[in-house]
């Protein structure tokens, strides 16, 4: 046995459970340097009351969760007819990292997607994320065809609008 099939045979896929939320919460902390612990907890809870909504998929390996993808399944948004699925969040733990976690993640977050309905598979990132983006890059993302924008709700507009 090659060392990469040995590394291949102590790894499996499954659904993420209950029991992970904590885990994904300190990969996410590691990654990003801050806790979304809310936003896990409300993805664990929606998945758990609306299973059909959600794809979300865990690496074990070795017995431990070292990665994870948690992707929502929005059919008719935006006035779109055709079911797509939004890439919400994904992590892999450091020791893990270059060891195909991630793209064993994606195959079965996609396979997942797939079975939901779903033709495409949507997700964001910030610009300076340079190794998300390339992760993206490699797991064969291209850009969209659309433009996000956002503005400060708190901040006026610079003239007020006409008197009707």
Request: proline share 4%; with cysteine; hydrophobic share 45%.
């Amino acid at each position: 046995m090659t060392a990469a099939s040995a590394a291949a045979a102590n790894r499996a896929s499954r659904p993420l459970g209950p029991n992970d939320v904590e885990r994904v919460i300190a990969i996410d902390r590691a990654l990003s340097g801050h806790s979304r612990r809310r936003f896990f907890e409300k993805r664990f809870a929606a998945f758990e009351a609306h299973p059909e909504d959600f794809v979300h998929i865990g690496v074990v390996r070795d017995g431990d969760l070292c990665g994870f993808a948690i992707a929502h399944v929005q059919r008719g948004e935006f006035g779109h007819e055709d079911t797509v699925a939004v890439l919400d969040a994904i992590g892999v733990d450091a020791e893990s990292r270059e060891r195909g976690i991630g793209q064993l993640l994606m195959r079965e977050l996609g396979a997942a997607v797939s079975r939901s309905g779903a033709q495409i598979l949507h997700s964001e990132a910030v610009w300076t994320s340079h190794d998300l983006l390339r992760f993206f890059d490699s797991a064969g993302f291209k850009l969209a065809p659309r433009l996000a924008l956002q503005r400060p709700v708190a901040v006026p507009l610079d003239e007020a609008p006409e008197e009707i």
